[in-house]
């Protein structure tokens, strides 16, 4: 409390007087120190003292000369107390970066708070002078501080970075913290060669993933420093936006991923990147390259390559067979089930596909759910039907009148990754019949349908994609029957049954 | 009436089957009526349209059809009366009124009361009291002596009127004492109500031999009915010898019984299937030309077969046999009821038998008693019962004799699960056992209406404490297995409760684990009284259903458990493994296909193999090919490789892994892989019928064929493995090419007319009886409507015909006065024209 009161008082003394100026080495003292509540305090007093002296403009704006150079001599008194009080004013924001790498979290909010407010204020009373109409007072390198201090490279800072997200929501700050963010991946990067940085990595996915682009020209007004000439400046135009946001993107992405990070920044591509992209094709090395990795990284890359091809005309050699190598067993546990079934039933809708192509697909689907939970098959059994009803062609698979009478082998490759060496229109759905004595009577019941001649209509299988085990549990259980058959086998104990497997193998110890 | 008001509506046609309703009507007749309502209503209304105060009729009940005329007048009296009271009134004169009776205040009669009081005894003393002689027969000397002693200052003005006065003193004294005569046997009769009262409540709790007493009485009182005259009612009633059923043999018995199991094998086949349940359901049961449809319905011979069983008569059921036969027989009353009751207690002492002939006697003569016996033989007899069953308890297994001598007969059913803690705690398994039979009996539902719901509660608690046996730190499972018996039992008799209670059970552990996925995004397995639970599912449940309200849940619950639960101990293991068992054995009749249950299985194989392995299979889900937790099954020693030795696992494994040394770990996980092979062998077994069996299968050969290092393995293991082996490769390869079932042809369109059945002339016959009723209310609705409109036109009508006459008169009165004026101008004018015609003159 008596540190707060002298604080206090010694800012009420510095705004009274200038004669008072050499108390200022009180507020900046335990500001340099780092103790937690002395900075607390120090902090905020800094923040009233140079707040009310960017408002009354008593800093020297313009460029600054080293402290102590000949240039001093030459001023007036009044010219001279600015000039000094500006020096402490840049102290005063050097120990303020240092203690966003403090421990406390309050500190680091403080100090990202104040010098915000500084950022706010600098941009209202600017400390350069304006040479020309063009120039932009924007205090870029007081904004390059903060976001140095927000991206630290061994810590994870999500906590201050969702703090700071507030302010992401002015145009113009929101533009030139994708610049220094652009800047500062060009120079940290550059020095660790190759090397992930999984903490730095992490931290700049969290400071720009929530960027929020704005989708016209006309939604951009509210920025935190207005210029007379804004609509000139570069900071108004939506296409210099994009263009910093494209090489923000570009400069993170051009590094080494860590595959969680990786799987991240897949998830949200086409949803909140691409779409703000001047030239989305410019991301097509990446998502070949992630399509190439194999696995759920493949599975999500499809979104983004999905996108391009269907609306930048992007080419993509043998993207078929690629898609036809990622089915395997995963795909049917795996959290992004749904979209890739979503995607590949977008890609496989086109009539125009040859009909050993989608046999292929056809056979490889169905035999890997031979190792599928019920959810899966509910919603992979209707989505073969439909491709049956896409391609007529196909249905050799279930229905071959005039085949061979018995086959020793079935005729399909699975091994084959050429769609069309699988030999799969030679083959039959086996594996399908097989599902018909599967336990789940649904899944039974949807198998069954493949005997029958198909109707025209395709299923929607929308609905089924997101299907849980849980929501099928829950389904089963809310089912009201009207009696309930009973074994009718005299229980002779636990495992008193004929033939019980468990006596075999357990005992009731 | 006139015939020139009558208006016939002329038909051109005759339309045969058509009623008329509007052939002839009376216009005028019609309207006046109209016209009248209107006056009555309508023009009433009008004529108050600017009028804001209401006549009310405040005349108490006036309009009240309740009440009855004579009670109205009373309570308006009395409404008068209260108005009136305390009101001190001027006017009212009658406001001192006192009531007198020859000249002398009634009050002060009833105040002289008290004291005749004193002397009101003499009556009954057979003696007359002096001022009654005096007031009866003149008084003579009495009245003298009264005189005497009433001294001189009375006098003789006094005299008549004093005379007067004892009169109706006595009166009064009579009157009193009449009523107090009257009280006093009112209030004994009520002692003596309220004595029988009391002595029917206790009459209930205490044993019957009081009542005896008092019935035996009675008997002294009526006459003994003749021995022989009863032996011969006796006669009448017994029952003919009829010629009973030969006894079956063995082999029939053996027979029967097999029938019956075959029917409920097809039964259960039938619902394995799965398909034609609707149609079964839907067949009407055949009727036949003799069926009266009075619901009754002979389904099965009630006559029990003299059997029996290891040379002695078999009884077991009979009891309960008897049990319903006595309560039949207690509906009807009479006399079987007695012999019944003498037969089934051999222990019943004599008294009790005189009594039973006391009741049935007694039953004849008065109605009230026989009703109260009837109820205390009920309870009686329910006692008994219970005893009867308890006994039987005790006969049929005499190796519990020792330790149950200790347990009361019978139990109520509990009503909350502590209480039914409470009742089996510290009781042997055996006594438990005891005590489920003994509550089930005691509390059987054909005893009490309430008892179903009591017993289906049991159900709940049962499977609860089960559980609650299972998470104990050392689970009884012995006394588990022995419980089952009991679950059973109450399963076959409430089947809805024993299934909802699991399906609670399952819905509360999937939700469990949903949550937990929701939270940290994977599970882990459930304890060991969720897998005693999905066991015991199968034991209560047939498992082969195509679907079926608790297994198919159980299925879905389980397909999770083995997809969604993560492996990283032992324990896991072993969990895991025991639901792939309970998954053989839940399609072990239907031989359903469970994908989860071949992955999990060459999962497990893949965790017993040493780590970077040249692949050539995939695993799935809780598995992953590298990573954390894997060769949690190898095993490298080769001591313990040797020393091992078959060894069934024990359950008990799962919740607490012993403080084992590292061989006994080693053998376990030998155990386990042991297990695995031994499931393959069994799935192979199971699914070789499936089309894509190699498909299904693949991996798991490639596992065996080119993984798993048979040759460190101890030698029964590798006995194991090539068994499993072989039942793999054994199978032939069958593909045959699939063929679609063919469709039905669809019927060719056909011309000819559709017939429509007319059952009603002039009535719409479309639609069905829905939509008929649907046109029917449109119809009614148009009707009404338009009526309504004509009626307001015709209100409107009515309303501007009184206003036009209003005017018309409202016009002529005007006419008529300024006529007046005028006529009186005229006059005036005229007298004065004529005035001063006068003066000119």
Known sequence: ?509 | SNPFEVKVNRQKFNILGRKTKNDVGLPGVSRSKAIRKRTQTLLKEYKERGKTNVFKDKRFGEYDTKISPEEKMIRRFALERQQNYGKKNIYNLNEDEELTHYGQSLAEIEKLNDIVDSDSDTEEKGTLSAELTAAHFGGGGGLLRKKASSGQQDEEEEKPKSRKELIEEMIAKSKQEKQERQNRRESALELTEKLDNDWKEIHTLIARKPPKSERKDKEVEKPKPDEYDMIVRELGFEMKAKPSERMKTEEELAKEEQARLQKLEADRLRRMRGIDEDANKKKPSHVSADDLADGFILDKDDRRLLSYKDGKINLENEDEEEKDNEEEDGEEGGKEEDESEEESEEESANEDEEDGAADSHSDLESDVESEEEAAGNKERKKHKTNENESHNVKELDPELKAPTSELPYTFAVPESFETFKSLLAGRTIEQQLTILERIQKCNHPSLAVGNKAKLEKLVGFLLEYIGELATLDSPELKAIDKLVLPLYNLCQMFPEAASDSIKFILRDAAHDMEEVIEVKGRATFPGLDTLIYLKITSLLFPTSDFWHPVVTPAFIYMSQLLTKCRITTLQDVIKGLFICCLFLEYVSFSRRFVPELISFLVGVLHISLPKKQGQGYTVVHPFTPAGKNLELLLVCDKQDLESWQKQHLPLSTVTRLKEANRTEINHMRLSCIALCFDLIKKSAVLYESLPSFHEIMRPVRILLTQHVPVNEYPEKLQEWYHSALKELETKEKHYTPLICEKKKPVPLKQYTPKVVKVLEFGRKQAGSKKEQERKQLIQRHKRELKGAIREIRKDNQFLARTQLSEIMERDSARKRKVKELLGSLATQEGEWKAMKRKKGK
């Open chain 1, 1 to 509: 409390m008596a540190l707060a009161a002298s604080l206090g008082s010694c800012v009420e003394a510095l705004l009274q007087s200038r004669a008072q100026a050499n108390r200022v080495w009180e507020l900046l003292e335990p500001l340099a120190g780092g103790q937690r509540d002395a900075a607390l305090g120090a902090g905020g007093a800094c923040g009233r003292l140079f707040g009310a002296l960017l408002r009354r403009r008593e800093l020297r704006g313009g460029r600054l000369p080293a402290e102590g150079s000949a240039e001093h001599d030459a001023l007036s008194a009044e010219q001279k107390y600015k000039l000094w009080m500006r020096y402490r004013y840049q102290d005063c924001v050097g120990y303020l970066a240092e203690l966003m790498h403090h421990d406390a979290f309050q500190v680091k909010e403080m100090s990202l708070c104040t010098l915000m407010n500084f950022v706010e204020l600098e941009a209202q009373y600017p400390l350069v002078e304006v040479e020309w109409k063009g120039t932009v007072t924007f205090p870029r390198e007081l904004l390059k501080v903060v976001v140095d201090g927000l991206l630290p490279l061994h810590e994870d800072a999500s906590l201050l970075i969702s703090r700071f997200q507030e302010y992401m929501e002015y145009d113009d700050v929101r533009y030139f913290v994708i610049k220094a963010v652009t800047e500062s991946i060009g120079q940290v990067m550059q020095k660790t060669k190759e090397r992930p940085l999984p903490f730095y990595q992490q931290n700049v996915f969290s400071l720009i993933s929530p960027i929020n682009m704005p989708n016209k020209e006309s939604d951009m007004v509210k920025f935190m420093a207005k210029q007379d000439n804004w609509e000139e400046l570069k900071v108004s135009k939506l296409q210099a936006h994009k263009q910093a946001f494209e090489k923000m993107w570009l400069s993170f992405l051009k590094h080494k991923l860590p595959t969680g990070l990786y799987k991240k920044v897949l998830v949200i591509l086409h949803d909140s990147i691409l779409p703000y992209m001047n030239e989305p094709t410019l991301m097509m090395d990446f998502l070949t390259v992630a399509y190439g990795i194999g696995g759920a990284i493949s599975l999500l890359a499809l979104n983004g390559l999905f996108i391009l091809i269907h609306q930048h005309n992007l080419e993509y050699p043998d993207f078929y067979k690629k898609l036809y190598s990622l089915l395997d067993p995963s795909i049917y546990h795996v959290k992004y089930r749904a979209r890739f079934f979503h995607l590949a039933d977008l890609f496989l809708s086109s009539s125009h596909l040859p009909a050993y192509l989608v046999a292929a697909f056809i056979k490889r689907l169905s035999r890997l759910a031979l190792t599928a939970p019920p959810e899966s098959l509910l919603m992979v059994i209707p989505f073969i039907c439909n491709l049956f009803r896409r391609h007529p062609a196909c249905k050799v698979l279930v229905h071959r009148p005039n085949g061979p009478e018995d086959m020793s082998e079935d005729p399909y490759i699975m091994e084959e990754e050429e769609p069309s060496e699988s030999r799969a229109l030679e083959s039959s759905l086996w594996e399908i019949q097989s599902l018909q004595n599967h336990y789940h009577p649904d899944v039974a019941k949807a198998a069954a349908i493949l005997n029958q001649s198909l109707s025209e209509t395709e299923d929607d299988i929308s609905g089924l994609l997101e299907l849980s085990a849980y929501e099928l549990f829950d389904k089963e259980v809310k089912k009201k029957a009207v009696d309930v058959p009973l074994e009718f086998e005299q229980v002779r104990g636990l495992f008193g049954k004929k033939n019980d497997i468990f006596a075999e193998h357990f005992t009731l110890d």
